[in-house]
C-alpha cells in the first residue's frame, strides 16, 4: 500500500518537511473509497476462497501426495461438488477452485451473489470493520511519519515555521502528546469526522493488524494481508 511507504521507509526523516508533507497529502488522495472496495474484495478473496481444497487439515503425506495427481484432484472435485446439497455450496467450491487455479477471481464466477463474501470480509469477534473505518485508519496512519517528525522539533524546542512545518499542522500539533492525536485534529476537518471518530478507527484496524502480525508473522514483519 503506497500509504505505508513513508513508515517502512528508513530513509523519511531525511525528508525536509515540505517535502514530506507533499508526499503524504499526494498519498491520502490516493486512499479514495473506490480503492478500500478493492481491498474489501481482496480480504474476502484470502478469508474466504483461498483454503487449499486438495490438502485438507491433518492429511496424511501419502493422501497429499496421492491428492497431487491431476486425475485424483478431478474426481475429489466432482465428489465435493456432488456432496454440496445447494447450488449456493456448489458454486462456493468452484469458486475456490478456479482462485487458487488462478483461472478467475472468485467475484467474476459470482457476480453480484459476491457480495454476501465483500460484506463479510471484516467481521470477526471484534465487530466489523468497515470500508470507512479501514480508510480513515490509513489516512491517519499515512500522515503520521509527518507529526512525528514535528512532535521530536518540538520538543527539541526547534523553529517549526523555519523548518517549512506546515501552519495548520503546528496547530494541530500544539499540546498533542502522541503523533495519532496530532494526525486526527489535523485531518479530520478536512474528513468531516471528529478527533476521536478518527482515533477509535485508528485504533480498532491497527490493533487487528498487530494481533495477526503477531500470530502470522512474514519476514519482513508486515501483515500477511
Known amino acids: 500500500m503506497k500509504a505505508k511507504e513513508a513508515i517502512d521507509n528508513p530513509r523519511v526523516n531525511e525528508i525536509s518537511p515540505k517535502e514530506l508533507w ?3 497529502r499526494h498519498q491520502e488522495e490516493q486512499l479514495s473509497s473506490d ?3 478493492r481491498l474489501q474484495t481482496l480480504f ?13 487439515p491433518g492429511a496424511s503425506f501419502e493422501s497429499r501426495e496421492l491428492l ?12 465435493l461438488l456432488g456432496n454440496c446439497r445447494t447450488s449456493e455450496k456448489q458454486l462456493f467450491i468452484l469458486a475456490t477452485w478456479l482462485h487458487l487455479e488462478g483461472i478467475c477471481q472468485p467475484e467474476d464466477l459470482l457476480g453480484k451473489d459476491f457480495s454476501r463474501y465483500r460484506r463479510k470480509a471484516l467481521r470477526g469477534t471484534r465487530g466489523r470493520l468497515s470500508i470507512t473505518d479501514i480508510r480513515q485508519a490509513f489516512i491517519v496512519n499515512n500522515w503520521e511519519p509527518y507529526f512525528e ?9 526547534l523553529d517549526l515555521r ?7 499542522a503546528t496547530q494541530s500539533a500544539f499540546h498533542k502528546r502522541s503523533a495519532v492525536a496530532a494526525v486526527c485534529a489535523y485531518v479530520c476537518p478536512r474528513l468531516g469526522v471528529d478527533a476521536p471518530a478518527l482515533a477509535n478507527a485508528h ?9 495477526r502480525n ?6 519482513d514483519r508486515r501483515p500477511s494481508s
Do not use: I, M
Open 35 to 37: 480503492a478500500f472496495k
Open 203 to 211: 485504533s480498532r484496524v491497527f490493533s487487528r493488524v498487530k494481533k
Open 68 to 79: 497431487s495427481d491431476p486425475g485424483v484432484k478431478y474426481s475429489f472435485l466432482l465428489l
Open 44 to 56: 474476502a478473496n484470502q478469508r474466504f476462497f483461498s483454503h487449499p481444497l486438495f490438502d485438507p
Open 22 to 24: 507533499t508526499r503524504l
Open 149 to 157: 517528525q514535528l512532535l521530536r522539533a518540538q520538543c527539541n524546542g
Open 214 to 219: 503477531s500470530r502470522f508473522p512474514t519476514h
Open 162 to 168: 523555519r523548518l517549512g512545518f506546515d501552519e495548520l
